[in-house]
């Protein structure tokens, strides 16, 4: 499939998990895939640097452009998560956590705004299910996320004038490596507990994810702008029982 050919993608937080399989996705749909991550994994084309650093994401615009002459694509999917109650928080996690999921995907949106012009380019943040709700402990984590999703829509309304178009994707639990080494440290009862609070009775895959990014960052979603698919198997539509 081709639906990318000729078309020049940049992933952040690409060397594992979500972020790899967005840009396997979009190779395989014929871009030429960029990444920024912070080890070099060989498989693409890799800035190797610290999205925390706010210097980094216009030299990472800059690598794109001087290689490859344009942009077409910009997925903001590189994050991190502390887990620590509001009132246990330091200043400095909250603010390393905002500096990467939130701070890093404005900043690159700045900057890439006059190249995505020119191609009339998407923009797909990752954002998250913790961005609508939230899990005990999380409170950097899902104000990040609630901000990464309300950046989408000013963008979109911003950039629509001039056929630049941004949505979001808020996954749920998803099998990343690291989610699949925990579900496999809990007891046999709490695994299958997991499992049932999704309708579809299992966790999400990551190029479930994948596939999503792709038909949104396709000329397919073209009238597609300002919003957030939650991608969660059901998990969010369902209510509790007492």
């Not at 404005?106 to 899990?135: D, Q, W």
Request: hydrophobic share 45%; glycine share 12%; with cysteine.
């Amino acid at each position: 499939m081709s639906r990318f050919a000729g078309k020049v993608a940049l992933v952040t937080g690409a060397s594992s998990g979500i972020g790899a399989a967005i840009a396997d996705r979009l190779a395989s749909d014929g871009a030429r895939v960029f990444s920024v991550q912070l080890e070099e994994t060989g498989h693409l084309e890799t800035i190797v640097a610290d999205l925390c650093d706010s210097g980094v994401p216009d030299l990472a615009i800059d690598h794109v452009i001087q290689q490859a002459g344009r942009l077409d694509i910009l997925v903001n999917n590189a994050g991190r998560m502390v887990e620590a109650r509001v009132d246990e928080m330091g200043l400095h996690e909250w603010r390393r956590t905002m500096a990467l999921n939130l701070d890093a995907p404005f900043l690159l949106i700045r900057h890439a705004m006059p190249h995505l012009r020119k191609s009339r380019g998407a923009i797909v943040n990752i954002g998250s299910i913790e961005g609508l709700a939230s899990n005990p402990g999380h409170a950097a984590y899902c104000a990040s996320k609630a901000g990464l999703h309300g950046l989408t829509r000013a963008v979109a309304v911003d950039g629509g004038p001039e056929g630049v178009r941004c949505n979001s994707v808020a996954p749920g639990w998803i099998d990343t490596d690291f989610n699949v080494k925990f579900i496999h440290a809990l007891p046999e009862q709490a695994r299958g507990r997991l499992g049932a609070i999704h309708p579809l009775g299992r966790t999400g895959r990551v190029e479930e994810v994948a596939a999503m990014v792709a038909w949104i960052a396709s000329d397919e979603a073209s009238f597609v702008s300002g919003q957030t698919f939650v991608v969660d198997g059901g998990r969010t539509a369902k209510l509790s029982l007492p």
